[in-house]
């Protein structure tokens, strides 16, 4: 009866494992891993449960199978998704190119915001500004008490119940993939949220403009909280790798795949000195 929910543990594990092996450069792009029998054997488990953990790879654009070829691990910086975010925070050995993924992700994210903002004031309906102004004041009754779990939580959901008023399957579609990092990351990582202090205001500006139907004063208002916010996370950030972050925030490139920052600089912006120095700013 429990053999199978212990397999499928098994073979998370060994997902997780690879997974790492993987983000970590370990195992580069273009090897091949080894045989089904040498895995099984390294991980002391059977073929069908390493099976179940190559699948979870591919289905996460880790590794492709080919018939004949075996199993060849991919470039994920240009297979991935969204979803390797949360773990290359806490494998990566490279801080600036984590820093400098989490600066990209900032505008990207906020134009998708700015477009769901959008259409929540052309499309809400009754029913959504009630569920909206239902979550705006438990917030900001959180805020008040100085409860950041509360307040991130809720305001994850309050970004979903914006993105339900706009009713459009397509910005759904791509906000998903945002909203599930960003809810990941917050769960593996409570420090990266700091109240900020204008937070109340933005969620009062923005009913205010949904209620009166101001798209213009509703994309202002999301877009200059998010400014701030960012602005703010950025020179976090820049603090947390030290003297290389100058290039964050002068345009210049990122260093070349498989250049590491120094162990130093990477002990700094781990999660674990992230919560030490306990950040103001809000996670991407």
């Known amino acids: 009866m429990n053999e199978q929910p212990q397999a499928t543990n098994i073979a998370a594990n060994i997902f997780i494992d690879l997974r790492r092996q993987i983000l970590r450069g370990e195992l580069s792009a ?16 059977n073929r069908n449960t390493l099976r179940e953990a190559v699948r979870k790879l591919e289905q996460s654009r880790l590794v492709t199978v080919r018939h004949g070829q075996g199993v060849t691990v991919c470039d994920y910086r240009k297979t991935g998704t969204m ?13 600036f190119e984590i820093a400098h993924i989490l600066e990209d992700i900032l505008p990207a994210r906020l134009l998708v915001i700015e477009f769901a903002a959008r259409l929540a004031v052309r499309r809400a309906n009754k029913n959504d500004l009630e569920r909206l102004q239902d979550i705006t004041e ?10 950041p779990v509360v307040v991130s939580r809720g305001f994850h959901r309050w970004l979903d119940a914006v993105i339900d008023a706009g009713h459009s399957v397509a910005i759904r579609w791509i906000s998903n993939p945002f909203l599930e990092a960003y809810r990941e990351v917050l769960d593996r990582f409570p420090a990266l949220w700091v109240l900020e202090p204008s937070f109340p205001q933005h969620l009062q500006e923005f009913m205010a403009a949904l209620d009166q139907g101001d798209e213009e004063r509703a994309i202002e208002t999301t877009r200059n909280y998010y400014r701030r916010v960012d602005a703010a996370f950025v020179k976090i950030l820049q603090g947390a790798i030290g003297p290389r972050a100058g290039a964050l925030s002068d345009g210049k490139a990122a260093p070349a795949h498989g250049e590491r920052s120094s162990p ?5 912006s ?4 992230t919560e030490r120095r306990k950040p103001r700013g809000e996670p991407p």
Request: net charge neutral.
């Open 270 to 273: 781990s999660p674990r000195a």
């Open 30 to 45: 273009g090897e091949r891993l080894p045989g089904e029998r040498e895995l099984a054997a390294k991980y002391r488990t």
């Open 264 to 268: 130093r600089a990477a002990d700094r």
């Open 83 to 95: 979803e390797l975010l949360p773990p290359l925070l806490e494998t990566a050995p490279d801080a």
């Open 138 to 147: 438990l917030l900001i009754a959180a805020f008040q008490r100085h409860d």
